[in-house]
């Protein structure tokens, strides 16, 4: 069964760090394309950052730029996104995916990550 | 970015009915288009991808249509278990982005 698990989530203060991780199973992690997407709470989706299957391409939503950054070991089978300068409305649950024929699927569970003071 | 533009933003319907829900894309994004189902305390769930084809387990009445910059998600008699929020997304280009989500509730 393919699964994705997130962690890392918690409350940190603004201008704070965090570093969420994405634990894969059940595929071949590195054949594949990784993103991660978050949705602030009662609200829609939200792309944050892409990673190519081997670490070679990454994009980033404008909003995160030169914040977050997104990374993997694929011998660790896991998604990394190191979340700098964190501010109120970075407040959402981070969801990781996989890219499959360019899509979404499957999403874990979600991590949610409050700043907050 | 490309913004993708959902309506209505609730639909109240019944089980066993039809809804026909819309994405709108401010440019065309070819059949770049796919729509997920999220229900409460979820994650979102890959429903349609490429505008109409069915994602693995989707069941039949669940259909996907359009190209360009309009596209149509309908669920052709609605089940207890369909209500829920839906949202569209396109990958035509970056940024990945999505519409604001229709809220499907029981009436």
């Known amino acids: 069964e393919v699964q994705l698990v997130e962690s890392g989530g918690g409350l940190v203060q603004p201008g704070g760090s965090l570093r969420l991780s994405c634990a894969a199973s059940?595929?071949?992690?590195?054949?594949?394309?990784m993103n991660w997407v978050r949705q602030a709470p009662g609200k829609g989706l939200e792309w944050v950052s892409y990673?190519?299957?081997?670490?070679?391409?990454?994009y980033y939503a404008d909003f995160v730029k030169g914040r977050f950054t997104i990374s993997r070991d694929n011998a660790k089978n896991s998604l990394y996104l190191q979340m700098n300068s964190l501010r109120a409305e970075d407040t959402a649950v981070y969801y990781c995916a996989r890219r499959r024929g360019g899509w979404l699927d499957p999403w874990g569970q979600g991590t949610l990550v409050t700043v907050s003071s | 970015e490309i913004v993708l533009t959902q309506s209505p933003a609730t639909l109240s319907l019944s089980p066993g009915e039809r809804a026909t829900l819309s994405c709108r894309a401010s440019q065309s994004v070819s059949s770049y288009l796919a729509w997920y189902q999220q229900k409460p305390g979820q994650a979102p769930r890959l429903l349609i991808y490429?505008?109409?084809n069915r994602a693995t387990g989707i069941p039949a009445r669940f259909s996907g249509s359009g190209s360009g910059t309009d596209f149509t998600l309908t669920i052709s008699s609605l089940e207890p278990e369909d209500f829920a929020v839906y949202y569209c997304?396109?990958?035509?280009?970056?940024?990945?982005?999505f519409g604001g989500g229709t809220k499907v509730e029981i009436e």
């Open positions: 997304q396109q990958r035509s280009d970056w940024p990945l982005t």
């Open positions: 490429d505008a109409s």
């Open positions: 059940g595929f071949i992690f590195s054949s594949y394309e």
């Open positions: 990673i190519s299957s081997s670490g070679s391409t990454i």
